[in-house]
């Protein structure tokens, strides 16, 4: 069963440190979200590439988040610098797009848990 | 992106079908209507996904009347495995999609 998945699983660390998630996509796949998830805000998208590029982004502050996907089998998020605020689950999920018909559902990894204190 | 309403939380006895009523009155004619499953700590799981009428699969049957306003997952016998979070998302079926994921709906099945 193809999985998408993400490193690291759990990741605490003291504000102000930069903080790098990773995510590998399904194989095949020309589409890649990031959200987080807070027991306040739900799930919250932040950023959606498709073939690599990013196509929206604005759900993520600029000033502190960056998202790249520097290759077809890799997408990271970056905090810089990390705050308490911070602390939530983040999911990558990835999904294939067709001109026709409907897309494929979207399938996302088990997360990473970000604690900054 | 079409807004949707579904109840926060729900219990159910094992055994029980339970249903879970998804509002979506302002869907557009290119939407499609697709449910979300989420455990604790795990991503969300694509459960099923449907346009009109009715889809099953192994796992549950979508219900979706002829004025598209309102969906209706169903779920046959649940047991205690089945507590989890669920989510009614609608979306455009082509192209360029993004999944606005609302509260969702907390199920409780009890022993």
């Known amino acids: 069963d193809a999985r998408v998945t993400q490193t690291p699983r759990h990741k605490v660390t003291e504000m102000g440190q930069e903080v790098t998630m990773r995510c590998q996509p399904i194989l095949g796949h020309n589409t890649v979200f990031w959200y987080r998830q807070t027991m306040m805000q739900g799930l919250e998208l932040l950023a959606y590439?498709?073939?690599?590029?990013?196509?929206?982004d604005s759900g993520m502050p600029k000033d502190r988040f960056s998202a790249e996907m520097p290759d077809a089998t890799l997408a990271t998020l970056k905090i810089q610098p990390s705050e308490p605020r911070d602390s939530a689950v983040y999911f990558c999920?990835?999904?294939?797009?067709?001109?026709?018909?409907?897309?494929?559902?979207?399938?996302f990894g088990n997360g990473t848990r970000l604690t900054v204190t | 992106l079409a807004k949707t309403t579904q109840p926060i939380s729900m219990d159910s006895y094992e055994g029980q079908e339970v249903n879970i009523t998804c509002s979506h009155n302002?869907?557009?004619?290119?939407?499609?209507i697709t449910w979300y499953q989420q455990f604790p700590s795990q991503g969300p799981r694509f459960i099923i996904q449907?346009?009109?009428t009715k889809v099953t699969n192994e796992v549950a049957s979508l219900f979706i009347p002829a004025d598209r306003k309102s969906s209706t997952l169903s779920l046959p016998r649940v047991s205690l495995s089945d507590t989890a979070v669920y989510y009614c998302l609608v979306y455009s079926g082509a192209g360029s999609y993004q999944l606005t994921f609302g509260k969702g709906t907390k199920l409780s099945v009890i022993p």
């Open positions: 302002n869907i557009a004619t290119n939407d499609y």
């Open positions: 999920a990835s999904g294939s797009t067709r001109d026709r018909g409907v897309n494929s559902p979207l399938h």
């Open positions: 590439f498709r073939n690599r590029a990013p196509l929206d």
């Open positions: 449907g346009y009109k």
